[in-house]
Nanobody
């Protein structure tokens, strides 16, 4: 069982930056691929990026490529999403997720989800 807790969301002006964190419980964090998703109001949840236990990064969602960076610190059982050059279109609830299967994470069906953290970007 893995429990995930996100933090770091908030209100930021367009062009600003935020860093989201996702702390995982349990001793198997390094064995899990971790991913970030987001859901904007009235829209479906969408995949943002994922990183394997060994640090391999999947392709980013096209709209965030070059602005967002996913990383992890296995010693701290924590994953991160650095978000730069934010725009109002990035406004969403951001969720972290984890699973031993990278395919399950990238397909949006991981076993473990966090509760989400709100990111609001004002124009």
């Amino acid at each position: 069982q893995v429990q995930l807790v996100e933090s770091g969301g908030g209100l930021v002006q367009a062009g600003g930056s935020l860093r989201l964190s996702c702390v995982a419980s349990g001793r198997t964090f390094s064995l899990n691929t971790m991913g970030w998703f987001r859901q904007a109001p009235g829209k479906d949840r969408e995949f943002v990026a994922a990183i394997s236990g060994s640090g391999g990064v999947t392709p980013y969602q096209r709209s965030v490529k070059g602005r967002f960076t996913i990383s992890r610190d296995n010693a701290k059982s924590t994953g991160y999403l650095q978000m730069n050059s934010l725009t109002p279109e990035d406004t969403a609830v951001y969720y972290c997720a984890a699973d031993r299967s990278t395919v399950r994470v990238t397909s949006g069906t991981p076993n473990y989800w966090g509760q989400g953290t709100q990111v609001t970007v004002s124009s």
